[in-house]
């Protein structure tokens, strides 16, 4: 049982490049998340899911975009990157939005830097 | 829209001392639920203790407690016979209670723990 994990953990890109940071979670949970954790700002929601083939927007959204087209697999896009971009995106995932003890579980994180 | 604050950027704290971490919210809701989260070096967010809003007993876990304060809106996190494995970052989180999941997190709080 591996959690979720996060690919890759870490990368660089220059202004104007696309990536895709991967999400995959092994516990059977309906919804996932993306946050970005910046210095002095904790960590704020900029996409999630409530299940498959689903997504919404959350905080931050923009200049990114994401796809669940697999329950266990939530991507995040970069289609071109900003340095305003550079953080540390955390992944999450949770069984559903409404029971009382329902802890999110987290990635490793992916730590991305654009020059 | 609800906020959540952490007003100490750092402490500090002798081995086998006692330590207060502060988290104030802003909430109209009367259905929500807080959360206190660890951050260590790996980046690895870990679930410290969570609180039900309707309960007014404070939640405990170990050597960690929190003095939930409804009508002041505080949620403090009191970590007793500090280790020097406490040492991380720590969040206050919040969520509405309902079918979302959507966590809120404070600006962090970075406790030194000195041998």
């Known amino acids: 049982n591996a959690g979720v994990t996060q690919t890759p953990k870490f990368r660089v890109l220059k202004t104007g490049q696309s990536m895709t940071l991967l999400c995959a979670q092994d516990?059977?949970?309906?919804?996932m998340y993306w946050y970005r954790q910046d210095p002095g700002m904790g960590l704020r929601l900029i996409h999630y899911?409530?299940?498959?083939?689903?997504?919404a927007k959350g905080e931050v959204p923009d200049g990114y975009n994401v796809s669940r087209l697999k329950k266990q697999n939530f991507l995040l896009g970069l289609e071109s990157a900003a340095p305003s971009q550079t953080s540390v995106y955390f992944c999450?995932?949770?069984?559903?939005?409404?029971?009382?003890?329902?802890?999110?579980?987290f990635g490793p994180g992916t730590r991305l830097t654009v020059l | 829209a609800q906020t959540v604050t952490q007003s100490q950027p750092e402490m500090s704290v002798q081995e086998a001392e006692t330590v207060t971490l502060s988290c104030t919210y802003d909430?109209?809701?009367?259905?929500?639920?807080l959360f206190w989260y660890k951050q260590p070096p790996s980046r690895q967010m870990i679930l410290v203790i969570r609180?039900?809003?309707?309960?007014?007993q404070n939640a405990t876990e170990n050597r960690f407690s929190v003095n939930f304060q409804k009508a002041a809106k505080s949620f403090s996190l009191k970590i007793s016979d500090s280790q020097l494995g406490d040492a991380a970052m720590y969040f206050c989180?919040?969520?509405?209670?309902?079918?979302?999941?959507?966590?809120?997190f404070g600006t962090g709080t970075l406790l030194a723990v000195q041998p």
């Open positions: 989180a919040y969520r509405r209670g309902g079918a979302t999941n959507k966590l809120i």
């Open positions: 909430t109209s809701e009367s259905d929500y639920y």
């Open positions: 999450a995932s949770s069984y559903d939005g409404g029971r009382a003890y329902n802890e999110q579980f």
């Open positions: 609180q039900e809003a309707y309960k007014q």
């Open positions: 516990m059977n949970h309906e919804y």
């Open positions: 899911s409530v299940g498959e083939g689903t997504t």
